[in-house]
C-alpha cells in the first residue's frame, strides 16, 4: 500500500504538500529528518527531540549491524523500543557508509566485502543481508542496498553501478516479498535512483524503478562533491520523472538554502548530518545568516539571544556569551544546546515551507530566505 497522498503542487513551482503515514505516526512533507546514526542523534535524549517536534529519525543500517548488532535490536522488540522512540524511523541501508569506506571494501556482483572501520573485521552485505537487518531493525521506513555511483564518474562507470543497484534492488524486494516484517506492523521500501551526473542515466534508474514499482523513490549520489548547481540540475530533472503520488527524498543534503532549492524541485524529503555536526564544530544556522558563536566578539554578548526570532529551547534561555563560554570551556552542553537550536531552526523552515505551499505564496518566500539564510549574522 502506498503510504504517501499528495495533497496539494503549487502552481508556481514544483513544491509540494503531501503526507506519509506509518505505523508510528504521519509525517508532513517537506520534512526534515535528523540524522541519529547509531540510534541517538548526537548529544540530544528522544525528550530533547520531542520538545523540537523532530516527527521522524534517520538510524544507520551500517554503523547498527557492526554495533549492537541487529540481532539484539530484534530481540529488545525494534528500535523503536530499543531507544525508547515511539514516532518513525527511517534507516539508510548502509550503501554509502559502504561506498564511502574505498580502501575497506571490494564491490562483487552479489554485494559488497568490506572491512569495519572500528576493528578491522571482515564482513559481506548483500542485498538480502542488508533487508535482513532492516527487518531485524524495524524501522518504518527502509531503503534499498544501492551502489553509490562516485562524482566525478564517466558514462560507463555510471552505467557499471546502475546495473549493480537494479539488480540489488530487485533481490531486496524479492527478499521483502518472502520474509514479512517481524515487529508486527507494514515496513515501507524506498527504491534509490543513482545514474550520476548523466541525464539519460537517470532516468533511465528512474524508469528501471518504477518497473519495479517500490513505495517511494530516493535520489542517491547527490551531494558527493558536485557543484551545488549541477545537485539542483540533477533532482530538477529527474523529478520530471518521478511518479507524482509517491514520496520523494534526496539523500545527505544539506544546508537550508539547499533544502528549499530542492524544494521547489518537487523534492519531500531530507536528512543530513549538517546542523547537529555543524553545531558541534561552533557553527549555527538562524534567520539572520550563519553564526559562528565560538568567535571572540559574542564573548559580551550577555543579553542577545542566538536568534531573535526563534523560540527554541536555547534561544530561550541562553546568550550568545554564555554559548561560546561554553564551547571555550569544553563544556559538553554547549554540543547539546547548539544541536537543539539548529534542529529547531531546520524543523521550523520545514513547518514554514509547508504554510507557504499551503497558501500559495512559497516561492517569492524561498528565494527571499535563500538569500538571506547564506549571509553572515551579526
Same mark, same amino acid.
Given at each position: 500500500?502506498?503510504? *504517501?497522498?499528495?495533497?496539494? @503542487?503549487? #502552481? /508556481?513551482? =514544483?513544491?509540494?504538500?503531501? &503526507?506519509?503515514?506509518?505505523?508510528?505516526?504521519?509525517?508532513?512533507?517537506?520534512? *526534515?529528518?535528523?540524522?541519529? @546514526?547509531? #540510534? /541517538?542523534? =548526537?548529544?540530544?535524549?528522544? &525528550?530533547?527531540?520531542?520538545?523540537?517536534?523532530?516527527?521522524?529519525?534517520?538510524?544507520?543500517?551500517?554503523?547498527?549491524?557492526?554495533?549492537?548488532?541487529?540481532?539484539?535490536?530484534?530481540?529488545?522488540?525494534?528500535?523503536?523500543?530499543?531507544?525508547?522512540?515511539?514516532?518513525?524511523?527511517?534507516?539508510?541501508?548502509?550503501?554509502?557508509?559502504?561506498?564511502?569506506?574505498?580502501?575497506?571494501?571490494?564491490?562483487?556482483?552479489?554485494?559488497?566485502?568490506?572491512?569495519?572501520?572500528?576493528?578491522?573485521?571482515?564482513?559481506?552485505?548483500?542485498?538480502?543481508?542488508?533487508?535482513?537487518?532492516?527487518?531485524?531493525?524495524?524501522?518504518?521506513?527502509?531503503?534499498?542496498?544501492?551502489?553509490?555511483?562516485?562524482?566525478?564518474?564517466?558514462?560507463?562507470?555510471?552505467?557499471?553501478?546502475?546495473?549493480?543497484?537494479?539488480?540489488?534492488?530487485?533481490?531486496?524486494?524479492?527478499?521483502?516479498?518472502?520474509?514479512?516484517?517481524?515487529?508486527?506492523?507494514?515496513?515501507?521500501?524506498?527504491?534509490?535512483?543513482?545514474?550520476?551526473?548523466?541525464?539519460?542515466?537517470?532516468?533511465?534508474?528512474?524508469?528501471?524503478?518504477?518497473?519495479?514499482?517500490?513505495?517511494?523513490?530516493?535520489?542517491?549520489?547527490?551531494?558527493?562533491?558536485?557543484?551545488?548547481?549541477?545537485?539542483?540540475?540533477?533532482?530538477?530533472?529527474?523529478?520530471?520523472?518521478?511518479?507524482?503520488?509517491?514520496?520523494?527524498?534526496?539523500?545527505?543534503?544539506?544546508?537550508?538554502?539547499?533544502?528549499?532549492?530542492?524544494?521547489?524541485?518537487?523534492?519531500?524529503?531530507?536528512?543530513?548530518?549538517?546542523?547537529?555536526?555543524?553545531?558541534?564544530?561552533?557553527?549555527?544556522?538562524?534567520?539572520?545568516?550563519?553564526?559562528?558563536?565560538?568567535?571572540?566578539?559574542?564573548?559580551?554578548?550577555?543579553?542577545?539571544?542566538?536568534?531573535?526570532?526563534?523560540?527554541?529551547?536555547?534561544?530561550?534561555?541562553?546568550?550568545?556569551?554564555?554559548?561560546?563560554?561554553?564551547?571555550?570551556?569544553?563544556?559538553?552542553?554547549?554540543?547539546?544546546?547548539?544541536?537543539?537550536?539548529?534542529?529547531?531552526?531546520?524543523?521550523?523552515?520545514?513547518?514554514?515551507?509547508?504554510?507557504?505551499?499551503?497558501?500559495?505564496?512559497?516561492?517569492?518566500?524561498?528565494?527571499?530566505?535563500?538569500?538571506?539564510?547564506?549571509?553572515?549574522?551579526?
Amino acid at each position: 500500500m502506498n503510504p *504517501f497522498e499528495l495533497l496539494k @503542487t503549487s #502552481a /508556481s513551482s =514544483k513544491a509540494r504538500l503531501g &503526507r506519509l503515514t506509518t505505523a508510528h505516526g504521519e509525517i508532513s512533507t517537506p520534512i *526534515f529528518m535528523p540524522v541519529g @546514526t547509531a #540510534a /541517538s542523534v =548526537k548529544g540530544l535524549s528522544p &525528550r530533547d527531540l520531542k520538545e523540537i517536534d523532530a516527527k521522524i529519525i534517520l538510524a544507520n543500517t551500517y554503523h547498527l549491524y557492526l554495533r549492537p548488532g541487529t540481532p539484539l535490536i530484534a530481540n529488545a522488540g525494534g528500535i523503536h523500543r530499543f531507544m525508547a522512540w515511539d514516532r518513525p524511523v527511517l534507516t539508510d541501508s548502509g550503501g554509502f557508509q559502504v561506498w564511502s569506506l574505498k580502501e575497506l571494501r571490494k564491490i562483487r556482483e552479489n554485494g559488497v566485502e568490506f572491512r569495519s572501520h572500528i576493528d578491522g573485521s571482515k564482513h559481506f552485505f548483500s542485498p538480502q543481508s542488508v533487508m535482513q537487518a532492516q527487518r531485524e531493525i524495524g524501522a518504518d521506513i527502509i531503503m534499498a542496498f544501492d551502489e553509490c555511483t562516485p562524482y566525478p564518474s564517466t558514462v560507463q562507470e555510471a552505467k557499471h553501478s546502475l546495473k549493480f543497484t537494479k539488480r540489488w534492488t530487485q533481490e531486496a524486494m524479492d527478499y521483502l516479498r518472502e520474509h514479512p516484517p517481524l515487529h508486527g506492523y507494514p515496513q515501507y521500501f524506498f527504491g534509490i535512483a543513482q545514474g550520476g551526473m548523466h541525464r539519460d542515466l537517470r532516468k533511465e534508474a528512474i524508469e528501471q524503478l518504477i518497473d519495479l514499482n517500490p513505495d517511494a523513490y530516493a535520489l542517491g549520489g547527490l551531494s558527493v562533491g558536485e557543484p551545488t548547481d549541477i545537485m539542483y540540475e540533477i533532482a530538477d530533472y529527474s523529478t520530471d520523472f518521478l511518479p507524482k503520488d509517491r514520496a520523494r527524498y534526496v539523500m545527505g543534503v544539506g544546508t537550508p538554502w539547499n533544502l528549499l532549492e530542492l524544494i521547489l524541485k518537487g523534492v519531500d524529503m531530507f536528512d543530513c548530518v549538517m546542523p547537529t555536526r555543524n553545531a558541534r564544530n561552533g557553527m549555527l544556522f538562524t534567520s539572520q545568516g550563519v553564526l559562528h558563536y565560538k568567535a571572540a566578539r559574542y564573548a559580551q554578548m550577555i543579553e542577545e539571544a542566538i536568534d531573535p526570532h526563534c523560540d527554541c529551547y536555547t534561544c530561550r534561555h541562553f546568550s550568545k556569551a554564555y554559548l561560546r563560554h561554553l564551547f571555550n570551556a569544553k563544556e559538553i552542553l554547549a554540543l547539546s544546546l547548539s544541536s537543539i537550536h539548529n534542529l529547531h531552526f531546520y524543523l521550523r523552515l520545514m513547518e514554514q515551507a509547508r504554510e507557504k505551499i499551503e497558501n500559495d505564496s512559497f516561492e517569492s518566500w524561498a528565494h527571499e530566505q535563500i538569500q538571506v539564510l547564506q549571509q553572515k549574522a551579526p
